[in-house]
């Protein structure tokens, strides 16, 4: 069964980076793309950034610019780097791992809060 475990949420002023770690086990992960999901308090779940196994990277609109996902295979473990953080950041930020046969596993989330 494989599991997924967020790191490195906590509270930053705007402008400042946090540095997210998701470390997967139970999972072959170089046969999975990998997620940063992010849900604010009242609002719909929403995609952040997504890397393939071979490490194509692709961000949504707002955070383009500012966050860097990236992957590494040999510890299982894949990262959101958030830089130049607002405000409107501020949210539970979700690990997510979907693999190309539909099998798809959560991580129980990490809270990111920016204050102004």
């Known amino acids: 069964q494989g599991q997924l475990v967020e790191s490195g949420g906590g509270l930053v002023q705007a402008g400042g980076s946090l540095r997210l770690s998701c470390a997967a086990s139970?999972?072959?992960?170089?046969?999975?793309?990998m997620h940063w999901y992010r849900q604010a308090p009242g609002q719909q779940r929403e995609l952040v950034a997504g890397i393939e196994s071979r490490g194509t990277p692709s961000y949504e609109d707002s955070v383009k610019g500012r966050f860097t996902i990236s992957r590494d295979n040999a510890k299982n473990t894949v990262y959101l780097q958030m830089d130049s953080l607002k405000p409107e950041d501020t949210a539970v930020y979700y690990c997510?791992?979907?693999?190309?046969?539909?099998?798809?596993?959560w991580g129980q989330g990490t809270q990111v809060t920016v204050s102004s």
């Open positions: 997510f791992a979907k693999s190309r046969y539909g099998r798809e596993y």
């Open positions: 139970g999972i072959t992960f170089t046969m999975y793309a």
